[in-house]
């Protein structure tokens, strides 16, 4: 296994639940994760919300308030990227799974939101995206075309089609190192991210995790332990390379 430091270059970092455990959000599929205590059918797919959209709100609603808590805070993993995105001299793209804001709270400003946003939501009529910092509700109407009803979470559920995919894709095809933090590896199109930097062989690989992934075995490079710990170190290494070069 290479611990090579990649040549400087372009970055591409995929980011999961994992990130944010350690400011005291939940993962989804670890033993006490969001996934042992709901039904993802019921609260994650399109099917769950036509059938029953109380539901689902109560469910996002709780998470949203998650957002707001006082003490919530982005952790040394999310502020060692933002760090590396002000540091490193080429571009540093965050694509994440995540749906909570704590790498923007950290700083990151080059970020997708693959799965969208929590702080965000949709109406099914007029296609207005609208921020969202409170509870939504099936009463709700939507403030830019007043119809009600029809406002749902902005967030990519099961069965749907992820965000600025075209974008991730030329990103991918051009970076020189990727890195993925907090993810099992379970969903897809994520979870592919490393076949295809492989594929293409120009960027060197690394999983940055608590324990091996699904998919740690396609990595050139396996990293384990708290994101709290082993992102910011890497960070170091990466930036210390620099002055090295
Ligand atoms: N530091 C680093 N990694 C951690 C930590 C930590 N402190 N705590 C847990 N992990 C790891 C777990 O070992 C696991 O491999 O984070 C990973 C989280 O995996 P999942 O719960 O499956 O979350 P994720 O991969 O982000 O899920 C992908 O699935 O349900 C959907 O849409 C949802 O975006 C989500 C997608």
């Known amino acids: 296994m290479s611990s090579e430091l990649p040549t400087p270059g372009p970055i591409v970092i995929l980011t999961g639940a994992g990130i944010s455990k350690e400011s005291g959000l939940d993962t989804f599929r670890d033993k006490d994760g969001i996934w042992a205590r709901h039904s993802l059918e019921e609260v994650a797919t399109p099917e769950g919300f036509a059938r029953d959209p109380a539901k689902v709100h109560a469910f996002y609603n709780a998470r ?11 952790n040394p ?17 965050v694509v994440t799974q995540n749906i909570d804001n704590l790498h ?12 969208g946003e929590l702080t965000k ?15 939504l509700e099936v009463s709700t109407a939507c403030p830019a075309c007043a119809r009600v009803g029809t406002l749902r979470p902005h967030i990519v559920w099961f069965g749907e ?4 995919m075209e974008e991730i894709d030329a990103a991918l095809s051009a970076c020189s190192l990727f ?8 969903v897809y199109p994520a979870a592919g991210f ?18 091996p992934s699904q998919g740690a075995s396609l990595f050139a ?14 960070v170091e290494r990466l930036l210390a390379g620099l002055s090295d070069a």
């Not at 993993?77 to 793209?93: I, M, Q, T």
């Open 104 to 115: 923007e709270r950290a700083g990151t400003t080059h970020l997708l939101h693959m799965h």
């Open 179 to 186: 890195l993925s933090i907090g993810t099992s590896g379970n």
């Open 64 to 74: 949203r308030r998650q957002l707001a808590e006082p003490d919530l805070a982005p």
């Open 121 to 135: 939501v949709r109406c099914t009529a007029c296609d207005a995206v609208l921020e969202w910092p409170g509870d």
């Open 77 to 93: 993993g999310h502020l060692a990227l933002a760090k590396l995105e002000a540091e490193w001299p080429h571009p540093v793209l």
């Open 161 to 164: 089609i992820p965000l600025h």
């Open 194 to 211: 490393v076949h295809m930097v492989r594929s293409l062989g120009r960027a060197h690989s690394v999983e940055l995790n608590l324990e």
């Open 221 to 234: 490079e396996t990293i384990h332990g708290p994101a709290s710990q082993v992102v910011p170190a890497y």
